[in-house]
Nanobody, 123 residues
Framework: QVQLVESGGGLVQAGGSLRLSCAASGRTFSRYAMGWFRQAPGKDREFVAS????????YYADSVKGRFTISRDNAQNSVYLQMNSLKPEDTAIYYC????????????????WGQGTQVTVSS
């Protein structure tokens, strides 16, 4: 069991940037692949990005490729999502997720979730 807490959400103008953070409890953070999902108003939960246990492999949804970057710092038990060139369609609640086995979370329901942080992009 790992507990996840997201932070860094907020309201920004289109074209702006935000950096989301996810802090994990416990001493076994490096055993988990990490990911970000989002859920926009009236839409289903959507995969955004994920990263392998060591950070050697990353995966992105086509909608964010080239704009978002996922990274992790195992020494700090944290995973990050740098979001640049934000668009109004990026508006959603962003959830941090962890899974002990699967690095590519595109088709995965991860085993652990954070509480979410709101990202709102205005036009």
């Amino acid at each position: 069991q790992v507990q996840l807490v997201e932070s860094g959400g907020g309201l920004v103008q289109a074209g702006g940037s935000l950096r989301l953070s996810c802090a994990a409890s416990g001493r076994t953070f490096s055993r988990y692949a990490m990911g970000w999902f989002r859920q926009a108003p009236g839409k289903d939960r959507e995969f955004v990005a994920s990263i392998s246990r060591t950070g050697d492999s990353t995966y992105y949804a086509d909608s964010v490729k080239g704009r978002f970057t996922i990274s992790r710092d195992n020494a700090q038990n944290s995973v990050y999502l740098q979001m640049n060139s934000l668009k109004p369609e990026d508006t959603a609640i962003y959830y941090c997720a962890a899974d002990p086995r699967f690095s590519n979370m595109r088709f995965l329901t991860p085993g652990h979730w954070g509480q979410g942080t709101q990202v709102t992009v205005s036009s």
